[in-house]
């Protein structure tokens, strides 16, 4: 943990390196990710007599990723720190993923000195500018004075509202300042005033449409996870007896196993839980953006049913469904206040006819399978029973993605992992290692594709040098096998560029950094295989041989 240090004027003069360093120590930040250079290197130097702990990523766009699986795992604001141009532009698709998944992130960058900028001098590059499509907030540092101001700022504007990352760019000469060290309790910000509280007229009216509704359904999005509203959640499903299904990014807001539980909606999701939505007469939808993965056809849902959206981002309120009740505000807050206003509703039937739907469509698997190939919807089946609720997974993006989002089983807000709106191949691994220094007690299990693991295999070196026992989960079909399966049904089989034949080993590489590892290719070797993995909190690779040809349905 950081240095505990009283609050307000300290007098006394340090570098402006040192008052970030304060600063950070401040927000009671313990863990860092990142990669130094030319322009961070007096931050650096000044991190030296702090008690915050650096880890040393083997990419940039890693060291985002890992602060992103950090703020989720921990509930609190993610921190990484790079160097200017190559190394604050290899942040963005990082900071991007954040932003789209609304994750608490600061990130730091080392500038080029403040007489230089504007001079295409080496490694200048306007990260600001770069930026601004996918942050909160981003500031340019200008005077050394401000830092203590705009660190306290960032944080807040990070982990308040609607969360998303926000950028400081400090250029090298700025952090060589000296100045006199201040840091005050309180944020005031002109013209950013997030609204928390809900109008009660409006959840007094959602209470109205809940116990008049004789088909009621949620829609459950990431932002019930961002509030830390889960609780009073349960609280409203079960009271209520309101069917629920979650978005990708919802899944934990509700054990999976649980009885109301209909599973993930959307493109990618069950039959159940996309039923329930074309055939509700109230639709809730909770901190969700309604995205096209989603609902690919949000004004026919809402032709048919009554549509309750409560987001605490009223720029998402309305914009892709047109909406009956709209509610602006913090989830926790609302829902709290809406429980003391609602008794259980008339879905009986509803909820019974949407169970024996479950039941109907459920994935029928055989557990025999093949003797040449692992059926992964069998296997996270069977990896669901045998580790505990305290167990995170994150995955990285494609089939394996998919196959973890319905075959899983999440019994904890929080312990399901992955990249949602931007959708990041890369970003299951460092997430992972992000996740598992937040709660090194908790088992962690990155779940990969062949193809999405090589793209951040290099923070193995990470892993490693840092001893952070992360398990690995590879699919291995040698194809990039979400493209593949689009090309298989939107273009006719026509397939180019997604054979991946020459892949390398992936075991012999696990044991290069050594780590333990096996590869398994049929069902009967799973059980015996997992037990293996768990058994330990040292890093392994489980390699899965997996049919090309199976599918996510």
């Known amino acids: 943990m950081g240095k505990n240090i009283a609050k307000g004027c300290i007098d006394m003069k340090i570098t402006g390196a040192q008052a970030i360093v304060k600063a950070l120590e401040h927000e009671n930040v313990d863990t860092i990710f990142g990669y130094p250079g030319a322009t961070i290197c007096p931050f650096y130097d000044a991190l030296i007599d702090s008690q915050i702990r650096h880890i040393l990523t083997r990419h940039e766009q890693g060291a985002a990723h890992a602060a992103n699986g950090y703020a989720r795992a921990s509930g609190r604001v993610g921190v990484c720190v790079v160097t200017s141009g190559p190394g604050a532009t290899n942040t963005i698709t990082g900071i991007a993923t954040a932003y789209m998944d609304s994750i608490p992130m600061v990130v730091i960058t080392g500038q080029v000195s403040s007489d230089l900028i504007g001079r295409d001098v080496f490694q200048e590059a306007d990260i600001t500018g770069a930026t601004a499509p996918f942050v909160k907030h981003s ?7 401000d830092l203590p101001r705009i660190v306290k700022e960032a944080f807040y504007i990070a982990s308040t509202g609607r969360p998303g990352p926000v950028l400081i760019d400090i250029p090298v000469d700025i952090q060589n300042c000296e100045i006199k060290f201040e840091y005050k309790d309180n944020v005031d910000i002109r013209g950013y005033k997030p609204n928390l509280k809900g109008h009660s007229l409006q959840i007094k009216r959602v209470a109205d449409a809940i116990m008049k509704a004789k088909r009621p359904v949620i829609c459950a999005g990431g932002g019930m996870l961002r509030s830390d509203a889960t609780e009073e959640f349960l609280e409203l499903v079960e009271k209520c007896n309101i069917p629920v299904t979650p978005t990708l990014m919802g899944i934990g807001v509700l054990p999976s196993d649980h009885e109301l539980n209909l599973g993930m909606l959307g493109s990618h ?34 032709k048919k049913a009554k549509i309750v959206h ?3 981002d009223p720029a998402e309120i309305g914009k892709n469904i047109e909406v009956s009740i709209p509610v602006v505000g913090d989830l926790k807050q609302i829902l709290k206040e809406l429980n003391t206003f609602v008794n259980k509703s008339e879905a009986n ?30 296997l996270l089946s069977i990896l669901a029973e045998m580790v505990d609720k305290d167990t995170i997974v994150t995955t990285e993006v494609g089939q394996n ?47 990969s594709g062949d193809g999405s693991f090589q793209m951040s295999m290099q923070e193995l070196g990470t892993m490693k040098q840092n001893k952070i026992g992360v398990k690995v989960l590879i699919f291995n079909n040698y194809r990039l096998g979400m493209v593949r399966e689009l090309q298989k049904v939107r273009h006719c089989s026509r397939y180019t560029q997604v054979f991946l034949d020459e892949n390398p080993d992936f075991v012999g590489i696990f044991k290069a950094y050594g780590f333990e590892g096996q590869t398994i290719t049929n069902n009967k070797d799973i059980k015996k295989a997992l037990k293996k993995m768990l058994e330990d909190d040292k890093p392994y690779l489980l390699e899965c041989i997996v049919d090309p040809e199976e599918s996510t349905l």
Not at 139 to 145: C, D, I
Not at 426 to 435: D, K
């Open 269 to 302: 999701g069950v039959y159940a839980a996309n039923y329930a939505i074309n055939n509700a007469d109230l639709v809730i939808i909770l901190g969700a953006r309604v995205g096209d993965r989603a609902m690919s056809k949000p004004n026919q849902v809402a």
């Open 139 to 145: 500031y340019l540092v200008k005077s050394a004075k």
């Open 401 to 447: 993605q998919i196959w973890a989002a319905n075959n899983f089983v999440a019994r904890r807000p929080g312990s399901f992992i992955t990249s949602g709106g931007m959708g990041t191949m890369g970003y299951g691994l460092p997430a992972a290692i992000g996740a598992k220094t937040a709660c090194p007690d908790s088992k962690v299990i990155c779940i």
């Open 310 to 312: 409560i987001d605490i």
């Open 349 to 378: 039937e509803w909820v019974e006819e949407l169970k024996r739907k479950k039941k109907e469509h459920s994935v029928k698997i055989n557990p025999k399978g093949t003797s040449d190939y692992v059926n992964p919807k069998y």
